[in-house]
């Protein structure tokens, strides 16, 4: 299995095959799939978790209810166990590339005669799916972003360093939201060895640090997140990523927070055109 933006995968050509284990990730965008990796690992307390959150994540009885339903549609018969599971494999594929869940793309498949005839084909994904899996990403991404409530300002503490361009990219991506940012001086500014400080003071959120990952393994950035949190138990996370891969990542920090005496409390995903999103993790 993989652990690759927000979905544990079996890598294969454009889509994946999700893991299940009572419930399943989903991952949006092909085009970000990467060698196989690992093992299936957390999943399994991880799609719980997301299930319970979202309430959004099908079970493996959905796929293969809903593959049946395709199967039969207008006038067809019970397909044989073969044919069943090649059908659930498709529903798996569309939700890991497109979020939308097996009873979605079964009314598709009942309402339109080309989604349904592309679907019992085994043909790629039909435009029609694409496009609506791409109209839920953004709404969910909507819902989750930070609204403007004003202007704030960007200054920095006497002495710091002058900011990374990411670091400069997120103090004014909170600036224009209308919160206070200070740039913080490291411990190496105030002569102070074997000690870790956060990037910003954000207003009136509190510490913040800034993370901008090299890798798209979820694994890798959880990691790095919770080393991060010896400087703040505030992280931004920045890149491009689906709401899959941040619903993934959310749900495995919220995991580990309760393993943990001082819990992380806030994630941030800044993507390339300076948008945030905030995700709140529980306590």
């Known amino acids: 299995f993989l652990q690759r933006s927000g979905i544990a995968a079996f890598e294969g050509g454009k889509g994946a095959a999700i893991g299940m284990a009572g419930g399943i990730s989903g991952k949006i965008g092909a085009n970000m799939m990467g060698p196989a990796g690992a093992a299936l690992g957390e999943v399994v307390g991880m799609t719980q978790m997301m299930a319970a959150m979202e309430g959004r994540f099908p079970s493996l009885e959905d796929f293969t209810h809903n593959a049946a339903l395709i199967l039969t549609v ?45 679907m019992q084909e085994g043909k790629a994904i039909p435009e029609r799916i694409k496009q609506d899996g791409a109209k839920q990403n953004q709404q969910y991404l909507l819902a989750r972003n930070m609204t403007a ?46 000690e870790r400080t956060s ?13 901008k990952p090299g890798s798209a393994s979820v694994d890798r950035i959880k990691d790095a997140v919770f080393d991060k949190k010896r400087q703040a138990l505030l992280i931004m996370v920045q890149g491009e990523y689906p709401y899959a891969h941040m619903e993934e990542l959310t749900a495995r920090l919220a995991g580990r927070n309760k393993q943990i005496d001082k819990p992380l409390k806030v994630l941030f995903f800044q993507t390339d055109d300076g948008t945030i999103y905030k995700r709140d993790l529980p306590q």
């Not at 006038?75 to 979020?99: C, H, P, S, W, Y």
């Not at 910003?200 to 510490?207: A, K, R, S």
Request: charged share 30%; with cysteine; aromatic share 6%.
């Open 74 to 118: 207008r006038g067809g018969t019970a397909a044989a166990k073969g044919a069943a599971d090649a059908m659930a494999g498709r529903l798996k594929n569309i939700f890991a590339e497109t979020g939308l869940k097996p009873d979605v793309v079964a009314k598709l498949a009942k309402e339109d005669p080309s989604v349904l005839r592309d």
């Open 149 to 194: 409530k004003g202007e704030g300002t960007f200054t920095s503490e006497a002495g710091a360093q002058k900011p990374s361009p990411s670091e400069q990219r997120a103090g004014e991506g909170f600036a224009k939201l209308g919160y206070d940012v200070v740039r913080c001086r490291t411990a190496n500014d105030r002569g102070i060895r074997n």
């Open 199 to 211: 990037d910003f003071i954000v207003e009136p959120f509190g510490h913040v640090e800034v993370y």
